[in-house]
């Protein structure tokens, strides 16, 4: 059993000083509690004394009780450290964050600056309940955000997630024993990224358009990586006569400065390239060494997303005819899984060359794709069926 005890004060010198100077005070008009009688004390997982008073005894009981409890079960948590400022238990586990990427850290960071640390900084993390939470979640909707505009469902739930890990960082801490995010209806995010499925012809239309940049157009059509890994496929990567692309890295602009990484997720994977522009790759990076970016600016160096869009992608959009669809070099990858599912590929395929973390994650996104194969189960059912009552009726016939 834990040791927790009641303490009776009423002997204390300390009480009795405490009392005198209280009973003196009230009979001048103060309104302040009289000192506590009853003291619970306990040891802490830590080994440290600890303390509370109450001026009731059954106070003193149910906490000294309440305690005992959580002592036992291992729940305990000291309510001193329930005090400390959502701000700092924030910057600890932002501190904590050594797996993910840049560009993950950074909008971390942006939604920590701008929603999370001025509304909740000066909280004790002990205060925050589920009510303020979801208080807290309708203000995001109903207010207008850092750029002056009404933050999107999709940046709402980030900014609520980002609470919910900082707040799971305060449990594993043991500073509270139960996170207030939980179970919170949030906001219905519209598909702000509609998915465009392009024809071959309206891809290659497309990969026309672009003149310089044909083949990274084809690239990402028929290849289904990332804008961002496109850009860091080095020469030495490519290997035509396998036609594969090997992915190992991506470019991410953080704060305006281009920065080599590995790619999301560190799903490292060979992308099959077709043929028929395998050896017009294989030409794009004749000459050049092997640790040379196999697209490159024309300047030379590595691209950028927004001179790529603004140059190059978005003027050949128009020119193919598919400027109104909404098409985005990112959204070429949804094009490449359509085209991929089209041609026979498995889901363990697609999913192997989009860089998804799991098939579960393709399935989500392209379920709808794949071939509905419900009346070829029903057929091969109805056969297996035929096949069984055939043999029972010759069975019963030899019987009778």
């Not at 799971?168 to 995010?189: Q, T």
């Not at 290849?223 to 961002?228: D, Y």
């Amino acid at each position: 059993m834990a040791r927790v005890w009641i303490e009776d004060r009423a002997e204390h010198a300390d009480f009795q000083e405490s009392m005198e100077k209280w009973q003196a005070a009230k009979k001048e008009g103060s309104k302040r509690r009289a000192p506590g009688r009853w003291r619970v004390r306990w040891y802490g997982p830590d080994g440290k004394g600890k303390a509370r008073t109450f001026g009731k005894l059954p106070q003193a009981e149910a906490e000294r009780d309440a305690i005992a409890a959580r002592l036992d079960k291992g729940s305990y948590r000291d309510p001193k450290s329930g005090k400390a400022a959502v701000k700092a238990v924030a910057e600890e586990w932002f501190a904590s964050k050594r797996k993910i990427g840049r560009t993950t850290k950074r909008d971390y960071r942006d939604l920590l600056d701008n929603y999370v640390i001025p509304y909740w900084g000066d909280w004790q993390v002990a205060a925050v309940q589920w009510e303020d939470v979801d208080s807290w979640v309708t203000r995001l909707e109903n207010e207008p955000g850092k750029s002056g505009r009404h933050l999107s469902a999709a940046r709402i739930i980030k900014a609520y997630r980002v609470l919910a890990m900082v707040m799971k960082h305060a449990v594993f801490s043991k500073r509270v024993s139960v996170s207030p995010c939980h179970d919170h209806e949030l906001p219905r995010p519209d598909d702000e990224d509609e998915h465009v499925y392009l024809t071959f012809e309206q891809l290659e239309q497309l990969a026309d358009a672009a003149g310089e940049y044909r083949l990274m157009i084809l690239t990402l059509g028929y290849c289904g990586i990332r804008w961002a890994e496109a850009s860091a496929v080095k020469v030495g990567r490519l290997a035509v006569a396998q036609r594969r692309i090997r992915i190992v890295q991506n470019y991410t602009d953080v704060s305006g400065v281009l920065a080599l990484g590995p790619v999301k997720n560190h799903e490292k994977r060979s992308v099959p390239v077709p043929r028929s522009f395998a050896e017009e790759l294989g030409g794009l990076g004749a000459g050049r060494k092997a640790d040379a970016l196999l697209f490159t600016a024309p300047e030379g160096g590595p691209l950028r997303y927004a001179n790529f869009r603004s140059r190059t992608f978005d003027p050949a959009v128009k020119a193919a005819g598919l400027d109104g669809l909404g098409i985005t070099p990112h959204k070429l990858r949804h094009t490449a899984a359509s085209l991929a599912i089209a041609a026979g590929a498995d889901v363990k395929v697609v999913q192997l060359m989009l860089g998804h973390k799991d098939a579960a994650m393709t399935l989500n996104i392209y379920g709808h794709l794949f071939p509905d194969r419900l009346d070829e189960v029903a057929d091969r059912l109805d056969a297996g069926r035929t096949v069984a009552l055939d043999k029972l009726r010759a069975s019963l016939a030899q019987a009778a």
